[in-house]
């Protein structure tokens, strides 16, 4: 009988999954924010490439019609071959040459979308492509600490999503993941999302779900001098200041963006004083480009907790004071500087040798005020990095060949004090040094005119050095706030990462792709930490061992594009078979290697250009996300909603004097964390609509938006009781809020 239910269950799973993958198509369901098709899988030009910005580098706005450019001999057998012995450029009849990584499902956000769209966070802009979800615990305050979830992976999603800039990867080895917020929102170009872990072969670990990379504005190519200014006030008293600046000279170029917020925040104790900004210094001739860049961020602010609900006494703070504060006075202060710096130099024709390195320092200090015992933490990071590759363009046996190939160095020194309080001597004292050494070799082939193969494979070694130093004052035994010395560990381990993709592309209007591809992601310093329980059934100390397994993925991903006229649609199916996935366990406050786990589901999205004037996109999702073994054999994993749909408008109403813009994001219900047998009670479904007015008269803009314009009460994240059924805790976001905007460009 159980195979009977097995089967019917695969069954059932197969004809959903069809539905959602082919229904958007059949019906017309316009799509996601981020263009798709051959905007959103761009090809790589067999020209000098960009390589200081980004391994694969799309090229968006490709005419309809495009056509790969091919500096090579081609032998007689091809129609359009060039004379033997000879070198031409030839061009061949094809839609499209390379995508960035082929075979994956990727999607570019553009410098022009980034400003017209209504929300008002780097996430919240995101998250309008299919199938990014989000999840916030600090109120939502300018998208501080926001979570973006690629793929399913709830309260792990920073570990499990590779963000890059200008695709150098800034993931650090601890748990705080990247801040979406501290990056200027000016100073972004484009966005570029890849789904899937295909990524893993070009940049290493981290890219279970997907890869996030921001390529930054470097002023290069544009008049001498240019300055930008804004202002705007907003909602819970919020203020907001942003200026760049660009100038050119001869091959010089160099460009300033920075900002500055402040705000009351929606809660109590939700208080935010931001400021960031980057730099950029750049030299490019025709053989040779080089580049330095430093940027910097301060932020302070305020953690006010959740809010308890407890139908067993009565209790609902959500109902009575969403706005309070279980922590009043608990606070996260950051301050992160980096630098970087390389160049890009041609040794021959289709030949360009890319060396980069650079130096990310972070410290973050945290203070915990509870009745059991303060926890205070003061810890600093600092990553040292050289990333050297080689860029292969030619002609390899006919077919048009591109190689990336090239060895990443990642040095990381992890410093972290726990007393009870700021200025006492330390509980805890832990020391981890990590250090990777990879080398990859990532290779595109034109096998035909209409198709691309790619494959590539990446082998990573990671040593690791980590200590625990107890200092085991009076009050540890009143408290157990102590714990015992972790047992201190020294491992070496080599991982490796698979990829193979194929495209092929039946005509100039539709195209189908696919791929196949392995990655890992190696434990974090904060999981290290907490990787072993912190007392027994009697409540006596164990020592924790910083011992936890390295998690792996299996993908596959299969789906079609169309594009026709302002027409663009893309949809694809994937599945993702995961062992030792690293979890916490927020009962028992340590993490643990998850019995196996998979995620399957769809993505479609699609866009409509009518006219000059009005735009219309939107997209759709299914995601599940499940334990396949073990004692939750079936259960969904947390804080991973099945179902999420995005749709927007724009509407040029008077040239530029007076553009708006309206986006729609939904989403299902979801476990709450620390649920994975599904028992309690879900974060409900929700829905948000945001809009904005903004126009332009010669030097100066205005705009004018309101986000959750419907005044959802909603919270995308809560934990739930391990001794209590129906208890749980949740952190609400703000209803509807507006910002009013407007500046001067010089």
């Known amino acids: 009988m159980s195979a009977i239910f097995a089967t019917a269950a695969r069954r059932r799973r197969i004809c959903l999954l069809a539905t959602t993958f082919l229904a958007p198509a059949l019906f017309g369901v316009s799509a996601a924010k981020a263009q798709q098709i051959a905007q959103a899988l761009p090809p790589i030009e067999i020209t000098s490439p960009d390589e200081n910005r980004t391994r694969a580098k799309p090229k968006i706005d490709q005419e309809t019609s495009s056509r790969r450019v091919v500096p090579s001999a081609v032998p007689a057998r091809r129609s359009n071959a060039a004379p033997a012995g000879g070198t031409a450029t030839t061009r061949v009849p094809a839609v499209q040459q390379f995508s960035g990584i082929v075979g994956a499902s990727t999607s570019v956000i553009t410098a022009e979308e980034i400003r017209q769209s209504p929300a008002q966070t780097v996430q919240e802009i995101i998250a309008q492509t299919p199938g990014v979800q989000l999840t916030s615990l600090y109120g939502g305050v300018n998208g501080v600490k926001t979570s973006v979830d690629l793929r399913g992976f709830g309260a792990f999603a920073t570990s499990n999503t590779l963000v890059l ?3 150098r990867r800034v993931n650090d ?67 907001m200041a942003s200026l760049s600046v ?36 750049n030299y490019t001739t025709p053989g040779l480009t080089a580049f330095a860049t430093l940027s910097g961020d301060d932020q302070k602010l305020g953690f ?39 160049f890009t130099k041609t040794l021959a024709n289709g030949v360009d040798l890319i060396v980069d390195g650079g130096v990310r320092d972070k410290k973050q200090q945290a203070a915990f005020f509870n009745p059991f015992g303060n926890s205070y933490v003061d810890a600093h990071l600092r990553t040292w990095s050289i990333t050297p590759r080689l860029s292969i363009k030619n002609v390899m046996f006919g077919m048009p060949s591109a190689i990336l190939t ?29 250090k990777t050494l990879a ?30 130093r107890l200092n085991d004052p009076p009050n540890c035994a009143m408290f157990f706030t102590c714990g015992a010395q972790a047992l201190p560990l020294d491992s070496s381990e080599t991982q490796h990462a698979l990829h193979v993709g194929i495209e092929h592309r039946f005509n100039e209007i539709f195209s189908v792709f696919g791929r196949a591809a392995r990655a890992f992601r190696t434990p974090n310093v904060d999981e290290r930490v907490s990787s072993g329980p912190a007392f027994d059934a009697f409540f006596n100390p164990i020592p924790g061992n910083f011992a936890l397994k390295t998690q792996t993925s299996h993908d596959i991903e299969g789906g079609f594009r169309v594009k026709s006229g302002g027409f663009q649609l893309q949809s694809s199916i994937y599945n993702m078979d995961l062992e030792n996935e690293i979890h916490f366990i927020p009962a028992l406050f340590y993490n643990v290697n998850l019995d196996p786990t998979r995620r399957y589901g769809s993505e479609t999205s699609a866009s409509l250009r009518l006219n000059d004037s009005v735009t219309l996109r939107g997209g759709a999702a299914y ?17 991973v909603s099945r179902y999420t749909a995005t749709g927007g408008v724009t509407l040029n109403i008077w040239r530029k004097y007076l553009v708006a813009d309206a986006t729609v994001r939904a989403w299902s219900e979801r476990f709450m964390d620390n649920d994975q047998a599904n028992t309690q009670r879900r974060i409900p479904a929700n829905a948000t609509v945001d809009v904005k007015l903004s126009g332009e008269y010669g030097h100066f803009f205005w705009s004018l938006s309101a986000n959750n314009l419907l005044n959802a009460l909603y919270y995308d994240y809560a934990i739930a009781s391990s001794f209590t059924a129906g208890r749980f805790s949740a952190y609400p976001l703000p209803g509807r809020t507006y910002m009013v905007k407007a500046g001067a460009t010089f």
């Open 165 to 167: 800039i200008n695709g």
């Open 623 to 639: 995601t599940r996300a499940v334990f396949r073994e073990g004692a939750f054999a079936g259960m969904d994993v947390p804080l």
């Open 246 to 281: 660009a100038t050119n000279y001869g091959p010089w170029s160099t460009s300033f963006y920075g900002n500055g917020i402040k705000s009351d925040g929606y809660r109590v104790n939700n208080a935010l004083d931001q400021r960031n900004g980057v730099g950029n210094l």
């Open 173 to 239: 080895i601890d748990m705080a993941g990247v801040d979406f917020s501290t990056i200027p929102r000016d100073s972004i170009e484009r966005i570029e999302i890849t789904r899937g872990n295909s990524g893993a072969v070009l940049y290493g670990d981290n890219a279970v779900g997907g890869v996030i990379n921001i390529v930054l504005k470097n002023g290069v190519g544009g008049p001498p001098a240019t300055m930008r200014a804004e202002g705007g006030v907003g909602s819970f008293n919020a203020r």
């Open 304 to 342: 006010p907790g959740g809010r308890l609900v407890d139908p067993s006494i009565g209790l609902d703070q959500l109902a009575i004071n969403r706005r309070g504060a279980a922590t009043p006075f608990d606070y996260g202060n950051q301050q992160g500087a980096n630098a970087t710096a390389g």
């Open 406 to 434: 090239g060895i990443d160095f990642y040095d990381a020194a992890f410093h972290q004090e726990r007393p009870t309080d700021k200025g006492t001597p330390p509980i805890h004292t832990y020391d981890l040094a990590q």
């Open 439 to 468: 080398g990859y070799w990532q290779h595109n082939i034109g096998l035909l005119p209409t198709t691309d193969i790619s494959y590539g494979a990446r082998i990573q070694n990671t040593t690791l050095s980590a200590r625990d």
